[in-house]
């Protein structure tokens, strides 16, 4: 199985930068992503890290650590539509070609002026 | 527009009843992904089929059943339900096994 630990609620202002982080615990890591959700709609995908490091993507930013099991989402430049759910999902290989994507409960942005 | 659809949006039904959500991926997708969230949970992986093959089970209830089909199409089945049933239901499609997924608007069922 697989533990994946993220804040509950972050709150941010309008402009500034947030960092919202992931802790996870799995035995057959095979990825790492980020998807957004506003509420009732679907999830999009923002990010996607498989090596450690930085991945830059306009306004947003993910960073891998393999080895401590930690991944942050960096968000530049906040505008009053970033206001959603950060998820943290991680791919797990479970073997014969299998994989399965496990979500963490997600991080609740709001967004103020 | 992520190319996933799904039907019904919304569904109202009572306790005790069956009914099927379906799910088109998307053009050339062959993976297809169900997740079921409720209010104030995350997204709680229940299946996922690849060409038509079961490839991962989550905790899925035995009241609940899915299958794809030759055109790849996905079906999932919810039996005798419950109250705590009432959830946003996601489907999700991916090109291969470890490719990334969209998302469906999802399929809102409400039981009372």
């Known amino acids: 199985g697989q533990n994946i630990d993220q804040p509950t609620e972050m709150t941010a202002t309008e402009g500034a930068i947030v960092q919202i982080n992931c802790t996870y615990q799995?035995?057959?890591?095979?990825?790492l992503f980020w998807y957004q959700q506003h509420a009732g709609e679907a999830p999009t995908f923002l990010s996607y890290?498989?090596?450690?490091g930085l991945e830059e993507k306009g306004r947003f930013s993910s960073f891998l650590s393999r080895s401590k099991g930690y991944s942050y989402l960096l968000l530049k430049e906040l505008q009053m539509k970033d206001s959603a759910s950060y998820l943290c999902?991680?791919?797990?290989?479970?073997?014969?070609?299998?994989?399965?994507?496990?979500f963490g409960k997600g991080t609740k942005l709001s967004v103020i002026p | 527009d992520s190319g996933v659809t799904q039907t019904p949006k919304h569904l109202i039904t009572a306790t005790g009843q069956r009914v099927t959500l379906r799910c088109s991926p998307r053009?050339?997708?062959?993976?297809v992904y169900w997740y079921q969230q409720s209010l104030d949970q995350g997204l709680q992986f229940l299946i996922q089929?690849?060409?038509?093959?079961?490839?991962a089970k989550g905790n899925i209830l035995e009241r609940f059943s899915a299958q794809q089909f030759p055109d790849l199409h996905s079906e999932l089945n919810l039996s005798s339900l419950e109250l705590g049933d009432s959830a946003l239901y996601f489907c999700?499609?991916?090109?291969?096994?470890?490719?990334?997924?969209?998302f469906g608007e999802g399929s809102r069922l409400t039981v009372l």
């Open positions: 999700a499609s991916s090109v291969h096994e470890a490719g990334e997924l969209f």
């Open positions: 799995t035995s057959g890591f095979n990825g």
């Open positions: 890290n498989v090596l450690d």
């Open positions: 999902a991680v791919r797990d290989s479970s073997g014969a070609g299998s994989y399965q994507l496990t």
């Open positions: 053009s050339g997708d062959l993976s």
């Open positions: 089929y690849y060409n038509g093959e079961e490839r």
